[in-house]
C-alpha cells in the first residue's frame, strides 16, 4: 500500500473501464510531474488538475463531467460530482502506486505528499 494510513477507496463507475484507465494514467502523470518540480510539497488535485488547468474539455477527465451531465445534473453540480469523482481516483492512483505518500487534511480537501520509494 503506497498510502501511509488506511483510508476508505471508493470505485468510480458511469464510465468505462478504458476511460478510467485513461483518466488514471492522466492523473498519474500529473502527480509525477508534481513531485518531480515540487518535491516535498503536499498536493490537492485540485492543485493538478483546478486553476489553469480547470478546462478539462479535451481531455480524460472530461468523461468524468460528461457523466453527471448526462445524468440531468446543471453545469454546476457536474463540475462538482466530477470532482468528487476525481478525488476518489487519485486516491486509488496513489493507494496502486509503486511510490509512497502521506495523506492528510487540510479542511474538507484531501492532501498528498511523497515521502519516498519508487524513484
Known amino acids: 500500500m503506497s498510502l501511509t494510513e488506511c483510508s476508505e477507496l471508493r470505485d468510480v463507475h458511469g464510465i468505462s473501464e478504458d476511460q478510467k484507465a485513461l483518466i488514471k494514467a492522466f492523473i498519474q502523470g500529473a502527480v509525477y510531474c508534481w513531485v518531480k518540480n515540487r518535491e516535498g510539497e503536499p498536493f490537492a488535485v485540485r492543485d493538478l488538475v483546478g486553476g489553469v488547468n480547470a478546462n478539462?474539455?479535451?481531455?480524460?477527465?472530461?468523461?468524468?463531467?460528461?457523466?453527471?451531465?448526462?445524468?440531468?445534473?446543471?453545469?454546476?453540480?457536474?463540475?462538482?460530482?466530477?470532482?468528487?469523482?476525481?478525488?476518489?481516483?487519485?486516491?486509488?492512483?496513489?493507494?496502486?502506486?509503486?511510490?509512497?505518500?502521506?495523506?492528510?487534511?487540510?479542511?474538507?480537501?484531501?492532501?498528498?505528499?511523497?515521502?519516498?520509494g519508487g524513484s
Open 56 to 116: 478539462w474539455s479535451r481531455t480524460p477527465l472530461h468523461a468524468l463531467h460528461t457523466k453527471h451531465i448526462k445524468l440531468d445534473k446543471d453545469e454546476e453540480s457536474a463540475n462538482e460530482a466530477a470532482a468528487k469523482d476525481l478525488g476518489w481516483l487519485v486516491k486509488t492512483i496513489l493507494h496502486e502506486d509503486k511510490r509512497k505518500f502521506e495523506a492528510a487534511k487540510s479542511g474538507l480537501v484531501s492532501t498528498y505528499r511523497w515521502i519516498g
